[in-house]
């Protein structure tokens, strides 16, 4: 009778190293199923890149909205201000006058995060064309194509850190658009008369 016991302890803690050990293999199953699905449902890098670029624009077009300047100059200034952005150009003169100032710029966002082969990397540039029109209540931002060069009409416009002896074209200088007498001097206007 003895031994019928001690067997039936045995077979019982097998029982319950067995139950503790499926229940361990379980978990861990369940735990890599769950670290998959989230790595399966979180964007990927590109789509976060993009998503930053997206964000970055909508808080440019709320400082051009928002912000204190009128004049084209103006405003291609305070788009340039970010580090990230490059106004390609800038079209108008005045934003409260229609059709407003009409402005593309290109957003840079570079991204990297760990992987489990080293780190992901990505870079995207996103142009946008922004409206800033108060006569006509129009502030619309649409993303377009990033053009290889400057289209004809474009006015080229560099963020404020350009070198001393380098200075930038001022918006407004193309000879294609008429002057505001406001933002230039007139040419024909000299010392003597």
Not at 53 to 75: E, K, N
Not at 106 to 133: L, N, T, W, Y
Request: aromatic letters at 2%; proline letters at 9%; hydrophobic letters at 40%.
């Amino acid at each position: 009778m003895g031994g019928m016991r001690q067997a039936g302890g045995t077979g019982r803690l097998g029982r319950v190293l067995s139950i503790v050990a499926s229940a361990i293999l379980l978990l861990l199953v369940g735990s890599a199923a769950y670290t998959i699905m989230g790595m399966a449902t979180e964007p990927s890098i590109e789509e976060q890149a993009r998503q930053e670029a997206v964000r970055q624009a909508a808080l440019i077009g709320d400082a051009l909205v928002h912000g204190v300047g009128d004049s084209a100059a103006a405003l291609g200034e305070t788009a340039a201000r970010s580090g990230r952005v490059e106004v390609l150009s800038v079209d108008g003169t005045d934003r409260r006058r229609s059709p407003g100032v009409r402005m593309v710029f290109r957003v840079h966002v570079a991204m990297s995060r760990p992987a489990m082969a080293g780190r992901k990397q990505a870079e995207v540039r996103i142009c946008f064309r922004q409206v800033v029109d108060q006569e006509r209540a129009d502030f619309s931002r649409v993303e377009v194509p990033c053009p290889d060069s400057l289209l004809p009409g474009m006015t080229p416009t560099a963020a404020p850190s350009e070198p001393a002896g380098h200075p930038a074209p001022a918006p407004g200088t193309d000879p294609a658009e008429v002057p505001n007498p406001a933002d230039a001097p007139s040419p024909a206007a000299g010392p003597g008369g």
